[in-house]
C-alpha cells in the first residue's frame, strides 16, 4: 500500500518537472508579482518617510501670530 502512494507521488513529481522543461518561462508570472510587490512595498515605504518628514517640517513653521 505504502509503495503505491510513494509511486504515486513520484509520478506526479516526475510529470511536473517534465512539464516544467517543457514550458520554463511558466513560472515567470510569479516572479513578476513578487518582484512588484516587493517594489510597491518600497515605494510605500519611502513614501511614508518623506511624508513624515513634510508633515515634521511644517509643523515647525511659526506663523508669528
Known amino acids: 500500500m505504502m509503495w503505491t502512494y510513494l509511486n ?11 512539464e516544467l522543461r517543457r514550458h520554463p518561462d511558466a513560472g515567470y508570472t510569479t516572479e ?6 516587493v517594489l510597491i512595498a518600497a515605494a510605500l515605504v519611502v513614501v511614508g ?11 515647525e ?3 508669528g501670530m
Do not use: E, Y
Open 8 to 18: 504515486l507521488l513520484f509520478g506526479t513529481v516526475r510529470a511536473r518537472i517534465d
Open 32 to 37: 513578476t508579482v513578487v518582484v512588484t510587490a
Open 49 to 59: 518617510i518623506l511624508v513624515a518628514k513634510a508633515v515634521s517640517k511644517a509643523n
Open 61 to 63: 513653521i511659526n506663523l
